[in-house]
């Protein structure tokens, strides 16, 4: 995330993309009574997309930086090994190799890429440079099905990402197939319980790849594909039943779908010890601190605190147009507004964190007690703080996380909300003050673009859509008169972790629709432009 957002800035909903820690091992607790599947990264663009691969099968799995060694492996007594693909060659200098140890722990392993070649290297195969490389898709022939292709097509498309490439397999090993530059693009050895493939089975423009995981997990591993959001609720319902005794928990609730989920996966397993407190700093969009209240108080029955702080905001907003001060001036306003609800809930010990395994893998790990990281969902807290931590969502990835308020019941709207940052409309009413009509104008613009964004089909596609309010004003023509009035932008964006994103190219015939209701709703507005800046250069929010 943009490190300027530090503390006392208020977070978002949207998971920050992710880089693989290399430091320390990235812990999240395993759910009891299910099968795990490791995959070690090696620094490959896809690897945390083979774990959720993995969890989609239903077999649930970890993504832990190379150089774990074989007991934390054999630790989480997984039902297989996957080393994934990475940048480097197994010739370089200070590659990262492989630990010998991990072809002994008595489990099946699978090499992806870069952990194919590592295997071939380390076995005694060859392993050099392609005469091409090979990048994006590729012919794929199929010489022997083995345990990865049996009842699939000889002949089919894979995704290659490599300039090295396995030239023969080691002794013993028989090789399943091959591409033109790929001579052995894939092989096994049933003796010793090892496979590999040069492809990328994950990505999905690899159209046979999640059978070939599948037939991996299941033929090979023996994995019991038990992991649903089922599995997973039933899991944590015990584990925070066992963690919080008799304890009080309280939960900041902000509307987006993790602070949701996690409020509700705790309710689930402890009822009336947990408070909710919901902020309403009046920043929001049209209507949604009313569908928070009606959604958890009314129909979940979940005790909710909801504090109508507005005013508050607004005042400490006044006269602010830096988007920094405003930041802090809002993160640091949250703060004493969220103590002091806390104050009158009395003696709780737990706060509950909507925080997600990408916020783990980014993090580089830890335990996930005591202290409170600021970037973190609950928004802007301070870390000192002396509350213990639930961390419901820690194992889980961001489609994994809708599965389980689904699941739970949570309303489709909440279950699919766009991320929408802490600070809310104020950062979007840009280059002046957040004043409460110019709230109210950006609010109701808002509202129409979301509501023909909705009517069009298109909220899902999008990472995000919103409207901004420049503090200008342009000069326009409405019925006979001259008019000096505001500007609305439209910002549509389509990402998958908000560390780049391209503009999204709405209909014109949408674009349209949305630009009239503005302009013959809103008598403020007489002109509506459109932001087609993609990041970079541009970010998502305007400041
Ligand atoms: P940018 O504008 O940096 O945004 O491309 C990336 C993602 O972060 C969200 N965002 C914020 N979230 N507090 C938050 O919680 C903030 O101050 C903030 N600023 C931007 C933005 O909406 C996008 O999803």
Excluded at 150 to 178: E, K
Excluded at 226 to 254: K, M, P
């Amino acid at each position: 995330m943009n490190p300027s957002y530090g503390p006392g800035g208020l977070v978002t909903d949207a998971s920050a993309a992710t880089e693989i820690a290399d430091e320390a091992t990235v812990e999240v607790q395993a759910p009891a009574a299910v099968d795990e599947v490791v995959v070690l990264d090696y620094g490959g663009q896809y690897s945390q997309v083979i774990a959720r691969r993995i969890r989609e099968c239903g077999v649930f799995s970890e993504l832990l930086p190379h150089h774990v060694g074989p007991d934390e492996v054999a630790r989480r007594r997984p039902k297989g090994l996957i080393l994934s693909g990475g940048p480097a060659s197994v010739h370089a200098d200070g590659a990262p190799a492989l630990d010998p140890r991990l072809l002994e722990l008595d489990i099946p392993v699978l090499g992806i890429c870069y952990g194919m070649q590592l295997l071939a290297h380390a076995l005694g195969g060859q392993v050099q440079p392609a005469d091409d490389a090979e990048y994006g898709r590729a012919d794929l022939r199929v010489l022997e099905p083995g345990r990865l292709f049996g009842g699939l097509p000889a002949d089919q498309t894979c995704w290659m990402s490599h300039r090295d490439a396995v030239l023969r397999a080691p002794d013993g090993f028989t090789p399943l197939a091959s591409s033109q530059a790929s001579p052995v693009a894939a092989f096994e050895s049933l003796e010793r319980g090892i496979w590999g493939i040069q492809f990328h089975p994950e990505v999905s423009h690899t159209p046979f790849g999640r059978d070939i995981l599948d037939a991996w997990l299941r033929g090979v591993c023996g994995a019991d594909m038990a992991w649903t959001a089922a599995s997973v609720i039933e899991d944590q319902v015990q584990r925070i039943r066992a963690q919080v005794g008799e304890g009080r928990v309280i939960c900041g609730l902000s509307g987006g779908v993790d602070s949701s989920v996690a409020a509700l996966l705790v309710h689930r397993a402890i009822g009336d010890q947990l408070t909710c407190v919901f902020v309403d700093h009046g920043l929001m969009r049209k209507n949604e601190g009313e569908q928070v209240v009606a959604s958890f108080r009314d129909r979940f029955k979940i005790v909710l605190r909801a504090v109508d702080a507005e005013d508050r905001f607004l005042a400490r907003l006044a006269g602010v147009s830096d988007p920094e001060a405003k930041r802090k001036a809002i993160g640091g306003e949250f703060i004493r507004v969220f103590e002091e609800e806390a104050a009158h809930i009395g003696n709780a010990r737990f706060l509950v964190q909507g925080t997600l395994y990408s916020d783990v893998i980014e993090s580089g790990g830890g335990t996930g007690t005591a202290t409170i990281k600021s970037h973190h969902n609950v928004g802007g807290l301070p870390e000192d703080l002396e509350f213990e931590l639930i961390e419901p969502l820690r194992a889980l990835f961001k489609d994994e996380v809708r599965a389980v308020g689904a699941e739970l019941g949570l309303d489709e709207r909440l279950v699919w909300r766009q991320p929408f940052p802490g600070p809310g409309l104020a950062i979007r009413v840009v280059g002046g003050e957040a004043t409460k009509q110019r709230l109210d104008l950006l609010r109701d613009a808002d509202s129409i673009l979301q509501d023909e964004i909705r009517r069009a089909g298109l909220y899902r596609e999008l990472w995000q859509s919103f409207c901004v309010l420049p503090d200008v004003r342009t000069v326009g023509v409405q019925g006979d008169e001259r008019t000096y009035g505001a500007v609305i932008v439209i910002r549509a964006v389509t990402s998958d972790d908000a560390m780049t994103a391209d503009w999204a190219r709405l209909p014109y015939d949408l674009l349209q629709r949305i630009a009239s209701r503005m302009i013959n709703r809103l008598p403020e507005v007489n002109r509506v432009v459109l932001d087609i800046t993609s990041k970079p250069p541009g970010t998502i929010e305007w400041e």
